[in-house]
């Protein structure tokens, strides 16, 4: 290859989708500073904005993948087009570019894009990044197959071509078996000193959808165990960055930003997050957040993110009813979801985003109509409140399908059909169209139907990314593909991407999923550092 430096990598992180949203994700931002430390040549790619293409001579040695959302794999196939390779890695030679992928999206279920990708980082990479690069470096001018074995040798490195995967006629895993040597599991990685060092944004890859916001994340995980939420299971156990590394990386974002915007799955868990909200304030900052749990929000807080600028608070009551929340192991109750709005409202803050799901297991047309009802009473709280002020704001009510994700308890569980989605979408569109001050919100029932495929499918799933790509609709794609995300799966099934070890055991998955048909709710998972205890009638631990 033409101007590569013998010494140094040459590599192009690319996200695929638009440069504000790629750097609005901090995981971005990790994985680029991980491989300038480890001294490759790094170059950031979005979509539309990718530094090489198929006329140049100088392409990267190594196009690396950050995918977040599966809705942003069939964009991975546009960027391999726009580098000038072929869509499969069986069609790209030796000379060709190693391609990579990591990111949650493919940490969950790398299978549907494996036909394309040479090989994946499951897990956190940063600590794997340094290796990858010498590894790479090293073996220029070896044969594609011998560097890809080399690679399956670093833990957490899967390398799909070393695995031979067959299924039945209904496209139902039969077996999985490791070539060349490879590992017969892929271990997810995990940052044990992420809480020395956090994450926050990089001012060299430019702003975010966030505006002018410094971003800088408080945690991974969340220790609340709802059964839909993969971020409350694949990043166990829950991690909160050390109270001094965010007061230090405040510091460093309020040099250059008025407002600090504060991300993670669940903030409000972090022990010291008060502490934080102060100095940020005392520094004369504001301050955004992603999202707030409900029963971990005291009026104290909301003053203060009050005063720090906030002007909409987001929560999630996910269901309408007690009932279907037990299930979902969402455990609040209707008082506390009352509550929140009130102290929020109080506090001074005017405007309320609440994001629900449709078509959860074990959901009835009553909970449908419980949530109308919740909703309904939600906004008589929000006027009243609002009444001393003069001016009421607005509630938007984002109502969304349920998604099955891997590794969790609801992994084995089917996407509502469209049909009853649709039902519910107008029902509720109706009846929220009746309340002044709400605003409903519902995204595309088709392409949350092709992100349940892409989230559950198997090798045989990638084959419709190239259709969509080439102009198929996702409509027409989703009547060429098996349904698999449109069906239950059993106990003993093998999923195909139970190859990777998260380090929840499978089996507490499943007793999980067991208890929720009966509405048993199980208490949330403690912090790193503070021990576990045996959760509910489960003989052992999770992990």
């Not at 909703?375 to 607005?394: D, I, L, N």
Request: hydrophobic share 35%; aromatic share 8%.
């Amino acid at each position: 290859m033409e101007n590569v430096s013998p010494e140094r990598l040459s590599v192009c992180l690319a996200y695929p989708n638009r440069r504000e949203i790629g750097v609005s994700n901090l995981g971005f931002h990790k994985i680029y500073s991980a491989f300038t430390e480890a001294g490759a040549d790094c170059t950031a790619g979005f979509i539309g904005e990718f530094p090489f293409d198929r006329h140049r001579r100088d392409r990267p040695e190594l196009l690396a993948f950050s995918v977040t959302f599966e809705m942003d794999e069939p964009n991975v196939l546009q960027i391999i087009a726009t580098a000038g390779l072929p869509f499969k890695r069986t069609e790209r030679g030796d000379d060709a570019p190693l391609v990579c992928a990591g990111g949650v999206a493919v940490t969950l279920n790398p299978e549907p894009l494996s036909d394309f990708i040479d090989f994946f980082v499951i897990g956190e990479g940063e600590n794997v990044t340094a290796r990858i690069v010498e590894l790479l470096a090293e073996s220029r001018g070896e044969a594609k197959l011998e560097r890809l074995k080399k690679l399956a040798s670093i833990e957490g490195v899967y390398v799909p071509a070393l695995y031979d995967v067959t299924y039945d006629e209904d496209g139902r895993i039969k077996n999985r078996k490791p070539l060349h040597g490879a590992p017969e599991a892929v271990l997810r990685l995990y940052n044990p000193e992420y809480g020395r060092e956090g994450t926050a944004q990089l001012p060299e890859l430019g702003g975010s959808i966030f505006g002018d916001a410094f971003l800088m994340e408080t945690g991974k995980g969340c220790g609340q165990g709802c059964r839909f939420c993969a971020a409350g299971f694949i990043y166990r156990p829950v991690r909160h960055v050390d109270t001094a590394r965010l007061k230090e990386q405040a510091d460093e974002g309020l040099r250059e930003h008025k407002r600090i915007g504060l991300v993670g799955s669940a903030i409000c868990e972090h022990p010291e997050m008060a502490e934080l909200y102060e100095h940020i304030l005392a520094g004369g900052g504001e301050m955004t957040v992603s999202s707030l749990r409900i029963g971990l929000t005291s009026s104290e807080t909301f003053h203060k993110l009050a005063g720090g600028g906030l002007k909409t608070v987001t929560i999630a009551p996910e269901a309408g009813s007690d009932r279907l929340r037990k299930i979902i192991n969402k455990n609040m109750s209707e008082e506390e979801i009352i509550r929140i709005v009130k102290d929020a409202v109080e506090a001074g803050i005017p405007n309320l985003k609440c994001y629900f799901l449709i078509g959860l297991p074990g959901e009835t047309d009553e909970d449908i109509e419980a949530m109308v009802g919740l909703v309904s009473r939600m906004r008589e709280a929000f006027m009243e409140a609002s009444r001393p002020t003069g001016h009421a704001g607005k509630i938007t009510i984002s109502a969304n399908p349920f998604v099955p994700k891997p590794f969790t308890p609801f992994q084995w569980e089917a996407m509502a059909p469209l049909s009853e989605l649709k039902k519910k979408t107008s029902f509720l569109r109706k009846k929220f169209g009746k309340m002044p001050n709400v605003e409903f919100k519902a995204e595309s029932l088709r392409l949350a139907s092709a992100q349940a495929l892409l989230s559950v499918g198997s090798r045989l799933t990638g084959s419709i990314l190239p259709d969509v790509l080439n102009g198929k609709s996702w409509n027409e794609a989703l009547k060429t593909s098996a349904a698999y995300h449109l069906r239950k799966k059993g106990g003993d099934e093998i999923l195909p991407w139970d190859f990777i070890t998260t380090g929840v055991r499978r089996e507490y998955l499943w007793k999980e999923y067991l208890k929720s048909a009966d509405g048993k709710t199980t208490p949330p998972c403690p912090p790193e550092g503070s021990g576990c205890r045996r959760c509910g009638e489960f003989e052992g631990v999770c992990i």
